[in-house]
């Protein structure tokens, strides 16, 4: 198989494995900081990419001003589920496993709800490069992938510049690592927990816009796109950040390794049973979980 | 449970299966009578989450991937083998509980999200496997043809017959030492493995039977239908079951009965719900979830006290174990809880 | 003649010695003190005889026979039952279901027999609840046969806690702190109670810190700190060691 083929497949595989990356990021963060393991976060993304459907296809927005109406939507969303419904009866002590299906009764709400107000047809939207195929040289690349690249390389960026340098990002650190020391230091813990919320509603907001391209948007493909975030997340170890970027990575580009040498109908199935295998042999996953681990 | 609380409760669920053998009798329409039976298969997955997760506190996810396994052995069987439906009836859930054996195996060592991950993955694997055999199962274009064991009123009460069976099945384990066991487990692993009980043989029984139930919820589902396809046994479905059996009361059988069939058939009697009726049981589920301790009996009634007495009554008093244990998560910046 | 035997049991998690080369014993029908400061390891020696942790090096033998390493239920099974520092009942269920449930390992009934109501499962039953009965009249907690763990008041919690440990028909009896929390009408009733436990035939092993229960209870005394036992003997003579002294109260003299 010549080189550009071999550069084709890991660009595709990079592409997905980066929007699973957004996705198990959210899903750390939000474990991190209340241990809550959100199974709606699928759907959240899958939701997002519909609010982008209606922004940018819909109402016409430039894709700037649609995206990041997107994503303000999607973080106002994420804040209010906190607020209202998750950190209450994550005070009250209830029990993890009635929280746990608070958040699957939350994505049956989300499959629905979307199947109610967008309807069940496949929709797709693009970037602003188009669907024209590049020629990098004898590589041939749909645009779309080196965008979703490109933003996602910066959105990683931005995230370290905040978890390292500003008040905010420190302070949600300090949150997972160390809740009743950040509660002495006058930090309201609710309202961090509300803002962890938002930022991880808001990444997977941005990586249902980014999956839109590649695979058609249905009310139904947030169960998919949960498991094989769950997935990363597991096999990256479910304290980590970087761990659930790289996992994410992984799940992305091993994927359509085994797609494509061995047999693509049993894609998913591969990535399961590698879940199942950690979960089994190593649940604590790649990286220990280490909370303080910077992004 | 005490003797008389049994019987109270085995006379409640008699009353409810008379008054569903008793519709035939009043003239519903074929429609409407079809979801009823769809509420009765319903029924015995309700109950199989009942035993999983209202007794032993698994939290299961991949109901859906077992009632898939007692469906499709039973169609193979009756279709490709030419089996007569009474055999196709007895080795589904047999075959559902062998698939129940390999789920429930992890579950020693899997808690929480970890064990609810591993049953979601466990039944998408059994979805796609059905999915891409299509020489066995029909692959997408579904499984076709698969004859009933009985026909027509009597398929009705045969159905009926079998979920009273199960129910009071379940209402003896809950009562048995079995049951006791299973409810240990879920109340606190640690005191019930001191206390003798084998955690990890008894959380795969749990395991076991529930799958046996959910696989002859299967048989009846392709008995209904007449036809399989791999897009009926989604995560979609497990998810409704776990709503089902959590608007029923987790542990409650006559509940679990009672929410089947509302979650099944209601909306076909209040047609105007129909397209979002999902959306209101979800949003009814999250409520419920959300109010869950206000809801308690005993918060209940100390709420009465309150609004009846003249000079308010002292507020919620902490009793022991009043919360439960909460996980070791660590981020528990809470307010305050209780002793003990 | 040892009834449980630990030789240089020790215990570690990660960098901490919770449990240091312990040598640990008790004989029949004995009352056996164990001490220490908080924090000197008591519990999670227990914990270390019950199986609930495998031991990092050292073993423990019960009736001759070597048990580290086995499974709780195994080791309950073998005639060892316990109770815990904080309460584990079921407290959704009531007082007679708890109980009944230290009975777990003598029942012979099956799944079929449960689901078939068969004469064996109500023997059996009828059986268990005639002993349930027994051990309730024993330790006190008749008239509280069907109330719901919850609402019973602290001090009766533990009481159940002992009786459904009793129910097992255990051999040795370990209870970890089971005077915590009671008034003392019901300290009283609980000396008087596990007398009877020991005229039984029944070993204690007696975690506490109540002194004057001790003193009164126990045939001999260990005491732990830090994990490691620096006494053994009588009550008597343990109160005199200067080890124990220091252990308790430190250095005389620094402070005010």
């Not at chain 1, 029990?95 to 496949?122: E, K």
Request: glycine share 10%; proline share 4%.
């Amino acid at each position: 198989m010549g080189l550009h083929a071999v550069l084709q497949i890991l660009i595709q595989g990079l592409n997905m494995g980066l929007i699973y990356a957004l996705a198990a990021l959210g899903i750390s963060l939000i474990w991190n900081a209340t241990g809550l393991f959100n199974f709606a976060q699928g759907d959240l993304l899958t939701m997002g990419g519909f609010v982008m459907l209606s922004t940018f296809a819909h109402l016409a927005l430039p894709y700037p001003l649609a995206f990041l109406l997107t994503f303000a939507i999607m973080g106002i969303i994420g804040y209010l589920l906190s607020q209202g419904y998750f950190y209450p009866m994550f005070s009250q002590g209830l029990h993890p496993d009635i929280i746990i299906i608070g958040t699957v009764a939350l994505t049956v709400l989300i499959q629905n709800g979307i199947l109610l107000f967008w309807g069940p047809s496949p929709q797709r939207f693009s970037t602003p490069l188009g669907d024209n195929p590049v020629h990098l040289g004898k590589l041939i690349v749909m645009p779309y992938y080196l965008w979703n690249i490109a933003i996602v390389v910066l959105l990683v960026a931005l995230l370290q510049v905040f978890f390292k340098k500003s008040m905010l990002g420190i302070a949600m650190r300090a949150v997972a690592q160390r809740p009743v020391t950040a509660l002495l230091m006058g930090v309201r813990v609710s309202r961090l927990v509300a803002l962890t919320f938002l930022l991880a509603t808001g990444l997977a907001a941005i990586a249902g816009i980014l999956i839109a391209p590649i695979i058609p948007l249905i009310p139904e493909m947030g169960s998919l796109v949960s498991l094989k975030a769950f997935a990363a997340v597991l096999i990256g170890g479910l304290g980590s950040f970087a761990g659930a970027l790289l996992a994410g990575v992984i799940v992305g580009i091993a994927e359509v390794v085994f797609a494509t040498l061995v047999v693509s109908t049993y894609k998913d199935v591969f990535i399961f049973v590698i879940l199942i295998l950690f979960l089994l042999i190593r649940p604590r996953g790649i990286f220990s979980a280490n909370i303080s681990e910077k992004v | 449970m005490t003797k008389p609380a049994y019987w109270k409760r085995m006379g409640l669920m008699a009353a409810v299966f008379l008054v569903l053998a008793l519709v035939p009798l009043s003239g519903v329409p074929s429609y409407q009578f079809y979801i009823l039976e769809r509420g009765l298969q319903n029924l015995l997955v309700v109950l199989s989450l009942v035993i999983l997760l209202g007794y032993t506190g698994q939290l299961s996810l991949g109901q859906a991937g077992l009632v898939a396994v007692g469906a499709y052995t039973y169609g193979i069987l009756c279709v490709n083998y030419g089996l007569s439906p009474w055999l196709g009836l007895l080795a589904a859930p047999l075959m559902a509980g062998l698939v129940g054996v390999i789920l429930g195996f992890p579950s020693f060592k899997l808690t929480g999200p970890f064990l609810v991950v591993n049953t979601i993955a466990f039944a998408e694997i059994v979805r796609i496997l059905i999915l891409n055999n299509e020489k066995l199962t029909g692959g997408p274009f579904g499984l076709n043809r698969i004859p009933t064991i009985v026909s027509g009123l009597r398929l009705y009460y045969f159905m009926l017959v079998v979920a009273w069976l199960a129910a009071v099945g379940t209402l003896r384990l809950s009562r048995s030492h079995i049951g006791l066991a299973f409810k240990a487990i879920r109340e606190d692993e640690v005191a019930a493995e001191s206390m003798g009980v084998h955690v990890r043989n008894y959380k795969l029984l749990a395991f076991v039977i529930s799958a046996v139930l959910a696989g002859l919820s299967g048989v009846f589902f392709a008995n209904l239908a007449g036809y399989l396809n791999p897009d009926s046994f989604t995560f979609n479905e497990s998810s409704t079951y776990l709503l089902m059996v959590v608007l029923g009361g987790m542990s409650n059988v006559t509940g679990g009965i009672l929410s089947s069939l509302a979650v099944t058939s209601l909306p076909e009697v209040l047609r105007f719900m129909a397209r979002s009726r999902m959306v209101v049981y979800s949003l009814i589920l999250l409520l419920l979830l959300r109010y869950t301790k206000v809801l308690q009996v005993e918060n209940l009634r100390r709420w009465m006290r309150r609004l009846r007495a003249a000079p308010p009554q002292q507020g919620p008093a902490a009793g022991p174990g009043q919360a439960g244990d909460v996980a070791a998560s660590s981020a528990t910046a809470g307010r305050d809880k209780v002793t003990g | 003649m040892s009834l449980l035997t630990t030789s240089r049991l020790t215990k570690r998690f990660g960098g901490i010695v919770a449990v240091n080369e312990v040598d640990f014993n008790v004989g029949a029908g004995e009352i056996c003190g164990l001490i220490g400061p908080n924090g000197s390891g008591k519990t999670t020696l227990v914990n270390v005889i019950t199986g609930i942790y495998k031991p990092t090096a050292g073993g423990v033998s019960f009736e001759g026979q070597p048990i580290h390493g086995r499974a709780p239920h195994e080791i309950c099974a073998l005639g060892v039952g316990r109770t815990f520092q904080n309460i584990r009942l079921l407290l959704t269920l009531s007082v007679f279901d708890n109980v009944r449930l230290g009975a777990h390992i003598h029942t012979r009934a099956k799944l079929h027999d449960v689901l078939f109501q068969t004469g064996k499962l109500r023997r059996e039953e009828k059986e268990f609840a005639e002993r349930i009965d027994a051990v309730l009249e024993f330790t006190g907690l008749r008239p509280l046969r069907n109330e719901v763990a919850r609402n019973l008041p602290y001090g009766r919690q533990k009481i159940v806690e002992i009786a459904r440990a009793l129910m097992a028909r255990p051999k040795l009896l370990l209870l970890d702190e089971p005077a915590a929390g009671l008034n003392s009408s019901e300290k009283g009733q609980l000396r008087t109670l596990l007398q009877k436990i020991r005229e039984t035939g029944v070993a204690i092993v007696l975690i506490e810190h109540e002194m004057a229960m001790v003193e009164a209870l126990s045939n001999r005394v260990f005491v732990l700190n830090y994990g490691k036992k620096i006494s053994q003997g009588t009550f008597a003579e343990i109160q005199r060691d200067a080890a124990v002294i220091e252990a308790y109260l430190g250095t005389g003299g620094a402070h005010a």
